[in-house]
């Protein structure tokens, strides 16, 4: 395959970049004819491309982003004896084996009964916890109601 030897390549963005997710490569090359529209890894040509046109920094930044990332608000799992969330909200956790989702309100875990009566999660219950991922991006667009 022969690679485009026009491309721009990322002299000031390469310490930007993570290594290429599947060969670790840092020879990474950022192509496009109307501007930034993907990133090539020259070393195992693997190539990243988003759907919709971006600008170079959201590309970079989708680029970089990895599972187990706490920026991405994807993290590996916490455990309640290392720590405890700094801020109210609701959290993934581990009670008893178990994945659930519960409300940490700065001072203890709990959740609501669907008769919508809070009740605790003993904390010695909760074994670990994680933020919750972005939701989703909107698809389809809500009616609204004239």
């Known amino acids: 395959m022969e690679l485009n030897k026009n491309s721009t390549k990322l002299n000031r963005k390469t310490e930007e970049l993570k290594p290429c ?3 670790g490569g840092t020879d990474l090359h950022l192509e496009g004819i109307f501007g ?8 195992c040509l693997a190539v990243f491309s988003q759907a919709e046109s ?3 920094e959201d590309l970079i930044e ?17 455990s309640t004896s290392e720590r405890l969330p700094e801020k109210q909200g609701m959290y993934l956790v581990t009670v008893l084996g178990d ?3 519960c409300w ?3 001072d203890e875990w709990g959740m609501y009964s669907h008769a919508d009566k809070w009740s605790e999660c003993p904390s010695d219950e909760v074994e670990a916890w ?4 972005e939701p989703w991006p909107l ?7 004239k």
Do not use: H
């Open 21 to 23: 997710p599947f060969c």
């Open 36 to 43: 930034p529209e993907k990133i090539v890894c020259y070393e």
């Open 54 to 56: 971006i600008c170079e």
């Open 62 to 78: 989708a680029w970089n982003r990895r599972m187990g990332d706490s920026e991405d608000g994807i993290q590996e799992w916490i």
């Open 99 to 101: 994945t659930d989702f």
């Open 104 to 106: 940490w309100n700065g």
């Open 130 to 133: 994680r933020e919750l991922p």
């Open 139 to 145: 698809t389809i667009k809500p009616e609204r109601k």
